[in-house]
């Protein structure tokens, strides 16, 4: 599948500190591809080793693993950022994680577990990326969400409780950082073409294609389009957006 792509200021981020975490794939991979490209330095964070690997492709990126449910983890991230580059100027918290479950067999450790991911380590690299960037007088806070933030699927308590868990810190993050300078707005990504799935879905290639025909678009989406969309919000070109979330779904949530 061939995706439009459309020609931007290959220099807008030039000048920007970026920090991204779960880096190493995916989404996170082609945001850090597309802040790279166009001029940012990164902080790339990802609990797994192929993090390691990315200065490789784009050079200057500092690589850094860990967990992002750990307090230290965000706080060493953010001190990576103000120390290797001089401060923080977009945070793209991306790092997810997703679970499958009838709601009577999602057991207290599911529960835990999902919500630790996507809202209490999304809440923690914010906070610390709200300090530096109060320092730095501005930035952007931009995240992944999903469009279970606003529907609700079978089979999916503890993710679209963190989802909407992060729905809802965003505004906060928004209305607090307004008098500071600090944006923050959530992508209500759909569903995407990647192997996020493949660790909980022994029929995860199955499971992604079915939602082709239930979006007005008739595919699923590209990491780099959920990527383009995330760069967007953290680029001075919506510098009148914040509080915000971006439906970026096929149109799922227009059905």
């Not at 902080?43 to 490789?56: C, K, M, N, S, T």
Request: aromatic share 6%; net charge negative; charged share 20%.
């Amino acid at each position: 599948m061939t995706t439009t792509t459309h020609s931007v200021d290959s220099a807008e981020f030039t000048g920007r500190i970026a920090l991204v975490t779960g880096a190493a794939r995916g989404v996170g991979k082609e945001t850090v591809r597309l802040l790279h490209r166009r001029g940012a330095r990164i902080v790339a964070v990802d609990r797994r080793h192929e993090v390691q690997e990315l200065p490789g492709d784009f050079p200057g990126v500092r690589p850094l693993v860990g967990d992002i449910t750990d307090e230290a983890t965000a706080h060493r991230a953010v001190r990576e950022a103000v120390d290797a580059f001089g401060g923080l100027d977009i945070l793209v918290n991306n790092a997810g994680r997703t679970l499958n479950k009838p709601v009577t067999e999602t057991t207290v450790e599911d529960w835990d577990t999902v919500l630790a991911v996507n809202a209490r380590g999304s809440f923690l690299f914010a906070r610390e990326a709200f300090r530096a960037m109060k320092e730095r007088g501005g930035g952007a806070i931009v995240s992944t969400g999903s469009y279970t933030c606003t529907v609700a699927l079978p089979e999916g308590a503890a993710y679209s409780a963190s989802k909407g868990a992060l729905a809802q810190l965003t505004k906060v993050l928004a209305v607090e950082g307004g008098p500071l300078g600090i944006r923050a707005n959530i992508v209500a990504a759909g569903v995407i073409e990647t192997d996020f799935l493949d660790a909980f879905r022994p029929d995860s290639r199955a499971y992604l294609a079915s939602f082709a025909d239930a979006q007005p678009l008739g595919r699923v989406a590209q990491p780099e389009e959920i990527a383009e969309v995330l760069c967007f919000l953290a680029s001075p070109r919506s510098s009148f957006v914040t509080g915000a979330m971006v439906a970026a779904d096929g149109g799922f949530t227009a059905i």
